[in-house]
């Protein structure tokens, strides 16, 4: 970054903003799936517990194919897309109930957990340089951290009033979607 350009500018505020959806986005996926699948699906803690599986090979591989995608496409196109293809992911489970379904949006999922910190790490890298990056990195993972757990509190809150998990995947969805916009 050049010593006269400002470090907080639109590009790095809206970078933190897709961060922060992301953060409250995969909530579903993370804090509530298992539950999901065992209790309101009523499909059992195997079948949960194997899907749960998947996510985790999904987070194992994750950070590799970010790496990939951001060689490919450079840090923007990486990022628009993770989010756009994460976003399918979480909402996939209100439309495709199935086992695929359930495998491709836990693997999807658990691969943009981890993938995604590496993406926006390095296109915040990209943005600030490498002098800023630490500092900013804080920020952001601090950011993030608030955000995750916000969302953990009020998905809770939402499902102990309606008793349904579905509107907390429509949730995580539309947080993606807006993060990706």
Not at 6 to 34: K, Q, S
Not at 139 to 162: K, P, R, S, V
């Amino acid at each position: 970054i050049e010593p006269d350009r400002p470090l907080w500018r639109a590009a790095v505020i809206l970078l933190f903003f897709a961060y922060t959806c992301d953060a409250f986005g995969f909530v579903p996926h993370t804090v509530f799936w298992v539950d999901y699948l065992d209790r309101e699906l009523h499909l059992g803690a195997s079948y949960a517990s194997m899907q749960w599986a998947f996510f985790g090979l999904g987070a194992t591989l994750g950070p590799l194919c970010a790496a990939n995608c951001a060689a490919r496409w450079g840090w923007w196109g990486a990022t628009t897309g993770a989010y756009a293809i994460k976003a399918i992911a979480i909402g996939l489970p209100l439309l495709w109930g199935g086992f695929a379904g359930h495998a491709i949006s836990g693997f999807v999922v658990g691969a943009l957990s981890p993938g995604m910190a590496a993406i926006i790490s390095g296109y915040l890298m990209q943005l600030v340089g490498p002098d800023q990056h630490k500092k900013m990195w804080g920020y952001a993972t601090a950011a993030f951290a608030l955000l995750q757990a916000t969302a953990g509190y009020l998905m809770a809150i939402i499902y102990a009033q309606t008793g349904s998990y579905r509107s907390l995947f429509g949730l995580g969805f539309t947080a993606l979607v807006l993060g990706g916009a």
